[in-house]
């Protein structure tokens, strides 16, 4: 994108990326006058001269856009910008359009030509194969730290977030959290309605979850019926009220609805605080799970905290 401008020589340019989820096009990049105020906004893609480029997949010269029935005016009056001549293109990978650059007012008194087109038109592949890879990567990376039955983070990362949460703690003198809970007789629910359920159950406790906690918060499948939920900036009287909403959320839920079947479970919970209940993140994760463990040896669906009888 650098080389971009540096050949071309636009007085304002945009990468947008398509959000396929919404069927938008978002700001990722934005320079030029106005340009801090246009990178929150977000068009539809039947929007704008970058709209019709993300949904034709064809690129646009215009020697003055503002007589073209395609422009969208707002972004002038976010910006401040009058726009004139406008190139745009798509960035085409395997058949989809992952997104458009959008070059506005050449400098000087010229407008972009087809010399100028062409020349996008290459570097935009180059752009468009570079953000394709970037995204596969990051798709197969996903895919190493997440759970297939859950879709919630897995062991492995939750050790290497465990790593960084200690390091910052010790840096910033902030205790962090680790909730670690284990679900109550699930065995029964798999010797009643099947493995099938059984495994349709930790996928709606694992929704449950994430739907309970912070979006700061990391939650895991650690295997089995256990699951762990690591809290950033957060102390041993906040884990243990967030470790109750957490158990009443799952002894409250019905599961398997979906199936015709109505399903419940309830899960004993241990907690423990960095710095307080571990020298480090491997103490730490033994203690809340043996708190967890004097739960599930008398009561069950309780609490338990490290360090407290």
Do not use: C
């Not at 949460?165 to 902030?174: I, K, N, V």
């Not at 809970?181 to 009643?192: G, I, P, S, T």
């Not at 950033?232 to 470790?243: L, S």
């Not at 009443?248 to 839920?253: C, E, L, Q």
Request: aromatic share 6%; glycine share 8%; hydrophobic share 40%.
């Amino acid at each position: 994108m650098e080389k971009v401008s540096e050949v071309l020589r636009p007085g304002h340019w945009s990468l947008l990326l398509v959000d396929e989820a919404r069927r938008e096009l978002v700001f990722e990049i934005a320079v030029g006058e106005g340009a801090e105020r246009l990178k929150s906004m977000r068009l539809p893609i039947d929007e704008g001269i970058a709209g019709h480029v993300a949904r034709s997949g064809e690129p646009v010269l215009l020697a003055d856009a503002r007589t073209d029935p395609r422009f969208a005016t707002r972004f002038d009056e976010a910006s401040g910008l009058v726009t004139g001549s406008v190139l745009a293109a798509p960035l085409l990978a395997r058949g989809r359009v992952l997104g458009v650059v959008e070059l506005v007012n050449p400098r000087g008194t010229r407008t972009f030509d087809a010399h100028d087109l062409r020349t996008l038109g290459a570097l935009s592949d180059y752009a468009a194969i570079a953000i394709d890879n970037a995204r596969a990567y990051e798709r197969i990376r996903e895919l190493t730290l997440r759970d297939d039955h859950t879709g919630l983070f897995n062991a492995r990362h939750l050790w290497q977030q465990l790593a960084s949460e200690e390091a910052r703690s010790r840096r910033t003198g902030r205790p962090f959290s680790l909730v670690f809970l284990d679900l109550d007789r699930f065995k029964a629910v798999n010797d009643r309605h099947g493995h099938q359920a059984g495994s349709a159950v930790l996928r709606e406790v694992g929704e449950l979850l994430a739907r309970q906690i912070r979006s700061i918060d990391v939650p895991v499948r650690y295997g089995g019926d256990e699951f762990v939920v690591l809290q950033p900036e957060t102390d041993r009287a906040q884990a243990r009220a967030a470790a109750e909403r957490l158990r009443r959320a799952v002894n409250g839920a019905v599961f398997l609805r979906s199936r015709g079947l109505e399903v419940r479970v309830t899960a004993s919970f241990g907690i423990a605080t960095f710095p307080d209940d571990g020298r480090g993140a491997e103490e730490l994760l033994h203690r809340a799970d043996a708190a967890m463990y004097r739960v599930k040896e008398t009561t069950r669906d309780g609490i338990a905290e490290a360090g407290v009888p």
